[in-house]
């Protein structure tokens, strides 16, 4: 999902031939596949967030908190780093291609599976899954979805190709015009100006419209994250900030990062209407709580980043059959997931269990099942070619 689906490869500007795959950048993929199967999970059972179908119970202060906690933190930085990824692939891949294949091979290997979902996937979910259309049939439903122009909006998941897709013609069309990244090396105050602007920017765009806001399936209150993500990911494949940077500074900067991140969202639980149950000014606007938030979410996103980046290429470089195998995967099960994990939900209905017991459980039935899926069917029909 690092590309949806990823060019995990290195290359020198200008190299013959393609090196060998990052199998770190892979197995960090497969890891954010999981937790966006563990955060639709989440959006099924707690009183946040939006998904196709929510089976949603009266719940205590103490779930609710561990919802709001947890999806928050999600949120704030795993789609981000996958932006981070893409964006230095996307440099390398420029660089052996150029422009016309360049943008050839992204219209194909994120436009073809975001139409599929769109025309396809996302309506026979909502139809037969979430149970969100009008009456008189699929048929007569499908030809009004597409007629409506609701069909825009129908990304589901997939908007994050959609904005991938967006985001590398961009560059694409940026570097033909003759601009590229300089080598930058990377030090302490250029990450603490890069936090402020990623903080500074999201504010802005939520002052005049929310977080939760939507256009086309796609908030714009996350976009300046994402794009600055990868902008970032482009400069890092110049200086060889995925191999090169030094393990003990990304722990350091990531460590510093989540350690000044923590009592900034205690104050803004505390003083922001949060144990109240007033989220209100956590969406956004003029308003302090806001401004905190998108500073909490900056520092939490590049905090992560540093993290993720030092512990994977430690301690997870390498992959055996089971990791190739959930890394293969990947980007099918992002694709096919969203009717696999609500036909799992609806069956868990009936269960007389805790919201976030089922959400656990409906997230490792949905991996399980959205895997099988992706390898049984997905990978042996037409659509491996996508995928």
């Known amino acids: 999902m690092a590309d949806i689906p990823v060019d995990t490869t290195t290359a020198e500007p200008a190299a013959a031939h393609a090196p060998p795959r990052l199998l770190f950048i892979d197995n960090i993929r497969w890891s954010m596949i999981l937790l966006v199967l563990s955060m639709h999970a989440s959006d099924t059972y707690s009183p946040f967030g939006n998904w196709y179908y929510v089976d949603r119970q009266a719940t205590g202060f103490g779930t609710a908190l561990f919802f709001g906690i947890y999806q928050s933190f999600l949120q704030a930085f795993f789609m981000a780093v996958l932006f981070f990824i893409a964006g230095y692939f996307a440099a390398a891949s420029f660089d052996r291609k150029g422009f016309s294949t360049f943008a050839r091979d992204r219209l194909f290997r994120l436009g073809v599976p975001t139409l599929v979902y769109m025309f396809v996937i996302g309506p026979l979910t909502q139809y037969f899954l979430s149970h969100t259309w009008g009456r008189g049939g699929f048929g007569h439903q499908w030809l009004t979805h597409l007629a409506d122009g609701e069909w825009l909006s129908e ?29 930058v090396v990377l030090r302490g105050p250029m990450v603490v100006v890069f936090v402020v602007l990623m903080a500074a920017a999201t504010f802005a765009v939520r002052i005049a419209l929310q977080a939760g806001t939507s256009v086309l399936n796609v908030h714009p209150g996350d976009l300046p994250q994402y794009l600055l993500m990868f902008a970032a990911g482009a400069h890092g494949y110049r200086g060889n900030w995925m191999t090169g940077l030094a393990e003990r500074s990304c722990l350091r900067w990531g460590a510093l990062a989540l350690a000044v991140s923590a009592p900034l969202f205690a104050a803004l639980v505390l003083f922001g209407g949060g144990l109240e149950g007033d989220t209100a000014l956590y969406a956004g606007g003029f308003n302090l709580v806001s401004a905190g938030k998108c500073l909490w979410e900056a520092l939490v996103c590049v905090g992560m980043g540093f993290l993720i980046l030092a512990v994977y290429h430690r301690y997870f470089g390498t992959q055996g059959p089971v990791a190739k195998w959930l890394s293969d995967n990947a980007f099918g099960v992002y694709l096919i997931h969203p009717p696999i994990l609500i036909g799992f939900a609806l069956l868990l209905h009936a269960l007389l269990l805790g919201a976030i017991t089922k959400a656990i459980l409906l997230t490792m039935l949905a991996a399980v099942g959205s895997f099988a899926v992706s390898a049984l069917i997905l990978r042996r029909s037409p659509l491996r070619a996508i995928i």
């Open 155 to 183: 990304t589901g998941p997939m908007w994050f190709c959609a904005v991938l897709l967006l985001f590398s013609l961009v560059y694409g069309l940026i570097r033909r015009l003759g601009w590229q990244e300089r080598a």
